[in-house]
């Protein structure tokens, strides 16, 4: 059965509570001394099934909402998830200073369907009712309730006159309101806690979007506690789920009534993240006073509420009336998505000052310059989806957006920001590395920054085969994730080379000049002619005419050639005389298939410094093996 939320809204006294419980049966003031006071002082519920003349049956859920003015932030808290709205004059009064309020509020909140009730048609005569009609229709014009598209209906809570009326218009408008989506997010903001024996702690709310059911783990937040529903009612009823529309009760195991609270919101867990600063475009109301930069204001967003400093983007003064971007610095953190509708009050006396839409609630740990703030805004504000995502992955330039990240900033899931990816991959305007999205013309940068930086290794390191991939990682801006991802794309595309850990440019490598290349070939031959009777290697370096250091970075290029082999600190062998020596030791296995250390030496003619390191490097190469204080030749 669809669901639809329908709130009342208008001046206390006007028979809001009167009306629910005579469409109803059910009295939605619930508290002992509202009942004593006979005045609504938190929101109540009550709920009745409607089928419209063409269509499926309707489950109406009232939110009934407080009308003194004292109360408003009760109502606030009611009215954040309604699909349409009940405006309720007393035919008696007419329109009051809070019928205008909640108005005002429905209207920044962009409600879009509603229907004007005269309520207690009974106390006056027809021509005073036809005088008060008329002052509500003029008073609704040009909005949402306007009598071209919504009915005026007169009505009387004690003798039923008109609510059969009612009930048929209220049927139509339900069935007109679009079905929510069920496979979106679920999110429910707690309008109440409290323990039911037997049970423990329950929550209610409206279940304004997805879907919740029995045994699933959901996180309160702002606090991020994980927790399980046991159970889950619907109007009053047990169900297996709640889907978005529907009054919801969830019990919540393992948790103090003390730990949750009113202005709460529930969503699955380890996905979104509560935060304190919310970019958003806001409207005043023509009757508010003039809104100053860096204002203090009282923020409501379904049942939250809090202070927020407001920092204007494109001036310096919003005007009764006006319209603006601003970014919202909150005294406490709130979980909203982009396209959340909220209200703004003064500050003090608290009064409604308007509302605004939420455009961005996650900004990234990079720093973002104030000049970017409202071109961001600007672009977003009336962007696709698409367009949108494209915009929040542009902001975090280098660094890229990761999708984790997208769905904490968008409130989509993750299904949702791939299908949009894939829409923005396909027209080349990001690349995707892994789970992290990186705009096309950002990904150029880096790939640029990486060549760049290893074409600055080869102009100071000429004599280096290339550079270690984690120096090049330390010059580059951007996530480990996009790093490997942009080495393995440069690498297939040939634009690096690679050999184990070093990074090259095609070509590239070691590069001598004349009077290097003459010290290398100093060196190679003075290794080549000494055979196994080589000199030490500080004494060949200090006979070069180059700085000590080129000449350690020439010999560095020669052991990485394998022209040189070092086989202790300062013993250092052309490959040419170990290659010779290898070919004798062999050579001599059919007459002396093993010997000494002292037949070593005597054979080769060299000293016990030369022999020890030579005769580990042929076990190292098996062309012998150790047995006691001989070799065997294998």
Request: glycine fraction near 8%.
């Amino acid at each position: 059965m669809k669901a639809v939320i329908v709130g009342t809204a208008g001046h206390i006294d006007h028979g809001k509570s009167a009306l629910v419980r005579a469409l109803t049966g059910t009295d939605p003031d619930r508290l002992e001394e509202e009942k004593r006071r006979g005045i609504t002082i938190d929101i109540g519920f009550a709920n009745l099934d409607l089928t419209p003349p063409e269509g499926e049956p309707v489950r109406i859920g009232f939110v009934d909402v407080p009308g003194h003015e004292h109360f408003v932030r009760n109502m606030l808290a009611g009215v954040g998830g309604i699909d349409l709205v009940l405006l309720i004059v007393a035919a008696d009064e007419s329109v009051k200073p809070q019928t205008r309020e909640h108005f005002d509020i429905c209207r920044m909140l962009s409600v879009q369907r509603g229907i004007t009730v005269i309520t207690k048609s009974d106390l006056v005569d027809p021509e005073t009712l036809e005088v008060v009609t008329l002052e509500v229709a003029e008073f609704v014009r040009g909005s949402f309730l306007d009598l071209a598209t919504s009915p005026i209906i007169p009505v009387s809570s004690r003798t039923g006159e008109g609510l059969d009326r009612l009930k048929v218009e209220l049927a139509r408008l339900a069935a007109e309101v679009p079905a929510k989506d069920p496979t979106a997010v679920f999110r429910l903001p707690i309008d109440r806690v409290f323990t039911m024996k037997g049970f423990g702690t329950v929550v209610t709310g409206t279940l304004i979007s997805g879907t919740v059911r029995k045994e699933q783990e959901v996180e309160a937040h702002p606090v991020g506690k994980r927790l399980r529903v046991r159970n889950v009612q619907v109007h009053g009823r047990s169900a297996d789920e709640a889907i978005a529309g529907q009054r919801t009760a969830l019990n919540l195991p393992g948790v103090e009534t003390t730990e949750l609270a009113r202005g709460m919101m529930l969503t699955p867990p380890q996905m979104f993240a509560a935060v304190v600063a919310l970019g958003a475009h806001i409207e005043l109301l023509p009757s508010a006073k003039p809104l100053r930069q860096n204002a203090r204001v009282h923020l409501h967003a379904f049942t939250a509420e809090t202070i927020a400093r407001v920092m204007l983007l494109n001036q310096r003064q919003l005007a009764p009336g006006a319209s603006g971007f601003a970014r919202l610095k909150l005294d406490r953190p709130v979980l909203l998505f982009p396209g959340d509708r909220f209200i703004i009050r003064q500050y003090s006396p608290v009064i409604t000052m308007g509302g605004g839409r939420v455009l961005d609630a996650g900004e990234p740990r990079i720093r973002i310059e104030r000049r970017e703030r409202l071109p961001f805004l600007e672009a977003i504000a009336k962007a696709s989806p698409a367009e949108a995502l494209l915009a929040r992955i542009n902001r975090r330039q280098s660094f890229g957006l990761s999708v984790r990240d997208a769905v904490a900033e968008t409130g989509w899931l993750p299904a949702r920001v791939q299908q949009l990816a894939a829409e923005l991959k396909h027209k080349g305007l990001i690349a995707g590395f892994g789970n992290l999205l990186i705009a096309s013309h950002w990904l150029e940068r880096v790939c640029r920054d990486v060549l760049a930086s290893v074409d600055w290794f080869h102009e100071d390191h000429p004599l280096s085969q290339g550079v270690n991939k984690e120096q090049v990682r330390e010059h580059v801006l951007g996530s480990d994730e996009l790093f490997e991802g942009v080495i393995a794309s440069l690498l297939r595309e040939r634009k690096l080379e690679t050999d184990g850990e070093l990074l090259r440019l095609p070509g590239r490598g070691v590069v001598l000049a004349d009077k290097d290349a003459e010290s290398k070939s100093q060196i190679e031959q003075a290794f080549a002619r000494a055979g196994l009777k080589v000199p030490l290697l500080k004494d060949v370096l200090a006979s070069l005419p180059v700085d000590h250091s080129r000449a350690q970075k020439i010999v560095t290029l020669l052991l990485r050639d394998r022209v040189l082999v070092k086989l202790a600190d300062d013993l250092v062998f052309h490959r040419d005389a170990l290659d010779a020596l290898r070919r004798q030791v062999i050579a001599g296995k059919a007459k002396t298939p093993k010997f000494s250390v002292p037949q070593f030496k005597d054979l080769f003619g060299i000293t016990r410094k030369y022999a020890i390191p030579l005769l580990e490097y042929l076990d190292r190469e098996r062309v012998t093996r150790r047995v006691g204080d001989e070799r065997l030749i294998l």
